[in-house]
């Protein structure tokens, strides 16, 4: 077995929390970050699911960089559903067959049911006052984030700077080349996902500065103490889509389809838009995010549709073996 598949396929034993004699058992292959918000909703649609079909199911989770985690399923990791962070991911598994192209008009809002962005997490009174994307590639300043090849965290962390730097006076993608080359010479280490960054911010207390999504300021909060730290909205930064998708393959094997399509659905519900609001994750419901408006502060994004033509180009550009990215490290 491929030495990847295997890692994970042993880290999905260790996440399996909600114990029930069930009837049916699905694998949800999620992204790194994403543990709080599913621990939550797998209780909620269980209830849910027993109620409606009178059926117990089990479900488990896996949790890594996103495409670290869409690389296992293609190699055999049996995901009965996927839910990632970027559209790449799941355009991987498209092209693999193992996801239909047209996924994202399988489910509303682009098969994403809820947004974040990128925010910078500062240490507790923001010392060296890092206020926008400009502060981060100044001299002496560590940026902690994960590897944009690698993750989702790291890519949408990669873009959003890009996109800054493009969008300002006199801005272009050499420009923008020249801005993001500066702030990787500030990264001491790519993280290999967006956990082990908040890990070696919070807990190895290195670096000034944390670029992660929104929803993680209050993880970190529940860990670490609200007292640990403060969070800075830049004044631009990039809409962050959360897509999801069944894995065909594997649902018609199983015989698992109808409740992996069900449990998708489900983060649509009022309970899973209200779950995502609870882990700071804005949601698509317009009732809900006017509710929580007040966790929510008001910030510009741009999308990578906007901006970059789509995440099929952007990865092409910038991650692809050769890209900017490529080009920016071999250089740092």
């Known amino acids: 077995m491929h030495r990847l598949l295997r890692v994970l396929v042993m880290a999905v034993v260790p996440v399996l929390a909600w114990p029930v004699l069930a009837e049916t058992a699905l694998l949800n292959v999620s992204y790194d970050v994403s543990r709080d918000f599913y621990k939550d909703f797998n209780p909620l649609f269980q209830t849910y699911w027993k109620a409606k079909s009178g059926e117990s199911i089990e479900i488990k989770q896996s949790h890594a960089g996103?495409?670290?985690?869409?690389?296992?399923?293609?190699?055999?990791?049996?995901?009965?559903?996927?839910?990632?962070?970027?559209?790449?991911?799941?355009?991987?598994?498209?092209?693999?067959?193992?996801?239909?192209?047209?996924?994202?008009?399988?489910?509303?809002?682009?098969?994403?049911?809820?947004?974040?962005?990128?925010?910078?997490?500062?240490?507790?009174?923001?010392?060296?006052?890092?206020?926008?994307?400009?502060?981060?590639?100044?001299?002496?300043?560590?940026?902690?984030?994960?590897?944009?090849?690698?993750?989702?965290?790291?890519?949408y962390s990669y873009l959003a700077a890009w996109g800054f730097a493009l969008k300002q006076p006199g801005g272009n993608d050499k420009v923008a080349q020249e801005f993001v080359a500066k702030l990787l010479k500030n990264v001491p280490?790519?993280?290999?996902?967006?956990?082990?960054?908040?890990?070696?911010?919070?807990?190895?207390?290195?670096?000034?500065?944390?670029?992660?999504?929104?929803?993680?300021?209050?993880?970190?909060?529940?860990?670490?103490?609200?007292?640990?730290?403060?969070?800075?909205?830049?004044?631009?930064?990039?809409?962050?889509?959360?897509?999801?998708?069944?894995?065909?393959k594997v649902v018609d094997k199983k015989g698992?389809?109808?409740?992996?399509?069900?449990?998708?659905?489900?983060?649509?519900?009022?309970e899973g838009q209200e779950n995502a609001a609870q882990n700071y994750l804005r949601p698509r419901d317009a009732e809900l995010l006017k509710k929580y408006a007040a966790q929510f502060p008001t910030i510009k994004t741009f999308s990578v549709d906007e901006v970059f033509g789509g995440w099929g180009k952007a990865s092409s550009t910038h991650f692809k073996d050769g890209g900017s990215f490529d080009q920016i490290y071999t250089s740092k």
């Open 66 to 155: 996103s495409s670290k985690q869409v690389r296992a399923v293609a190699d055999g990791l049996e995901a009965d559903l996927v839910t990632m962070n970027q559209a790449s991911d799941i355009d991987f598994l498209a092209e693999k067959g193992l996801v239909v192209s047209d996924y994202a008009k399988k489910f509303p809002n682009n098969a994403s049911p809820y947004t974040s962005t990128m925010v910078f997490i500062v240490r507790k009174g923001n010392p060296r006052a890092l206020q926008d994307w400009s502060d981060l590639v100044k001299p002496g300043i560590q940026v902690i984030l994960p590897h944009p090849k690698n993750t989702g965290n790291g890519r």
């Open 189 to 248: 280490l790519f993280a290999s996902g967006g956990r082990d960054a908040t890990t070696t911010f919070m807990q190895r207390k290195m670096g000034d500065v944390l670029v992660s999504f929104e929803s993680e300021a209050e993880l970190i909060a529940k860990e670490f103490g609200k007292g640990e730290f403060d969070v800075v909205y830049p004044s631009l930064s990039i809409l962050t889509e959360f897509p999801v998708a069944i894995v065909n």
């Open 256 to 270: 698992t389809r109808k409740q992996a399509q069900a449990y998708l659905d489900y983060l649509w519900s009022k």
